[in-house]
């Protein structure tokens, strides 16, 4: 047996926030980013030759989708068809009600997880007999525990897979909370998670991970992306990660610089080989005259002319440009820095306002505009709290 584990592919996603003088090819590249990625998915369903594609989850953006996605993925959903291959699909909390959305129907080899737990069954051509269970959200926010209403495996079948896209958490958290120890007395197989979009194991035997995303949607979803190839050893289902992201986010933090052409030549000694978009951070102290020179963008638009193409600087920015907030505090900079830069670069407005709320309103906090005026206020309010 042989299938693929992906999730979190976000088909539609913005890539707001990045700058506008970003060149036109990159552009491109980068709002096609995940529908390429996809494709690619679907090639190397047919030429790895897998029995199923398992997607647990947030195959779309959001719950509404252009004429043009859902003509993409019919036409890649029928690729498989015309291969033989099945698909599994659930949807998470950024396309929740996709399926009851006006769109094209979907291909005879699509099986659609309802609103609730459900079991489907395969039976392969090896004759084995494969279970898969799994749910759709029924809200933006799944407070409720649904593992608890998964069946546990039986004897009937060869192999019991579970879709599920939630995270560690108690009743009453946002996504679906589950723990491992409530997985494992199911029996399953393998758990194809999603919605954590950092790849990751949370059991080996049997395995329990999320695959993370097919392509990083922004400056902290560093490094490759992509999805695991599942294949039986022993009746032991193993998944192998295999890269797929047409672009990779990458970061580097320089800690010593002497000048600003010091800096630059940091910077073009890093090596890619694939398209990179890569965010610099100097925690270094710099001179007044350097400091002026990355506040002003000069030092950011002299670096970006010497790259090469396959190289896109996202930013500079320095370690005292966020905060010396709570300098004369007992905390370290450093860890309140990585703190607060996470909070806010994470912050995604569509998982706190209602889907009612105008388009306009979200893509303002999704931009750097918003989450840069989100932060000022943090800062304000932390300020005024300050003993």
Known sequence: MKFIHAADIHLGNPFIGLDQTLPNGLKKLVQQSTLTAFKDLISSSISEKIDFLVISGDLYNATQNSPQIQESVNQQFERLNRADIAVFLSFGNHDFEANKQSHLAWPKNVHVFEQSVETKYLTLKTGEKIALTGFSYQTQRQTKKVINDFPVKTETTDYHIGLYHGAIGIDGDPYAPFNVGEMLRKNYDYW???????????????????????????????????????????????????????????????????????????????????????????????????????????????????????????????????LNLLAEDNIDQKYWLESFETVFSNFVISDYVSNQAPTFVRDYFMGEEGKKSLQNKMQQLIQSRKV
């Open 192 to 322: 194809a998670l999603g919605h954590i979009h950092l790849r990751q194991k949370l059991n080996d035997q049997p395995f329990i991970g999320y695959s993370g995303v097919l392509q990083g949607l922004n400056r902290k979803e560093v490094g490759e992306k992509g999805y695991y190839l599942v294949t039986s050893k022993n009746h032991v289902l193993i998944p192998k990660f295999h890269a797929i992201s047409p672009i990779i986010w990458e970061e580097l933090i320089l800690s010593e610089v002497s000048d600003e052409l010091d800096l630059i030549n940091q910077v073009l000694n890093y090596k890619s080989t694939k398209i990179t978009f890569l965010s610099v951070k100097i925690t270094a102290q710099l001179d007044n005259l350097l400091n002026q020179r990355l506040a002003s963008g000069t030092t950011l638009e002299k670096l970006r002319e010497k790259t090469p193409m396959n190289l896109w600087i996202v930013n500079l920015t320095t370690a005292h440009e966020m």
